[in-house]
């Protein structure tokens, strides 16, 4: 999967977690980082993004990954997200939310429920 958050401290924790559970995960700081991360690595089976970011933020993320790989689910996670940026994007398949600060059972649930699917690597 890829894991795109500007918090290093949040990115490398929810990164840590994941990985105990057996996925795979590439890393990415922003949203103009995941695409090269996307780019170099092909399509992922599940798109974490946090929202606000620099550069380019998590909605435009998923817009831009929509276009390289139409119907990826999404998985916005966020401590602060403008209710109205997010309406239209989550009355669309495969998108979900987890609001932060999150436990580990919580986030874990959110995956699965995003992708039931996704098996550990």
């Known amino acids: 999967m890829l894991l795109v958050d500007d918090d290093n401290?949040?990115?490398h924790?929810?990164?840590?977690?994941?990985?105990?559970?057996g996925f795979r995960v590439l890393e990415a700081g922003d949203g103009l980082q995941a695409?090269?991360?996307?780019?170099?690595?092909?399509?992922?089976?599940?798109l974490v993004s946090d929202i606000v970011m620099p550069k380019m933020g998590g909605l435009e993320l998923a817009a831009a990954i929509d276009?390289?790989?139409p119907g990826?689910?999404?998985?916005?996670?966020?401590?602060?997200?403008?209710e109205e940026a997010l309406r239209d994007r989550l009355n669309r398949p495969a998108t979900?939310?987890?609001g932060k600060p999150f436990t580990a059972a919580?986030?874990?649930?959110?995956?699965?429920?995003?992708?039931?699917?996704l098996q550990p690597s």
């Open 9 to 11: 401290l949040v990115r």
């Open 106 to 117: 919580e986030f874990a649930a959110a995956v699965r429920a995003a992708q039931p699917g």
């Open 35 to 46: 695409l090269e991360v996307d780019a170099a690595s092909g399509p992922p089976d599940l």
């Open 67 to 69: 276009k390289r790989h």
């Open 72 to 82: 990826l689910p999404v998985l916005f996670i966020s401590g602060f997200a403008p």
């Open 96 to 98: 979900s939310f987890i």
């Open 13 to 21: 924790a929810v990164a840590r977690l994941l990985r105990a559970n």
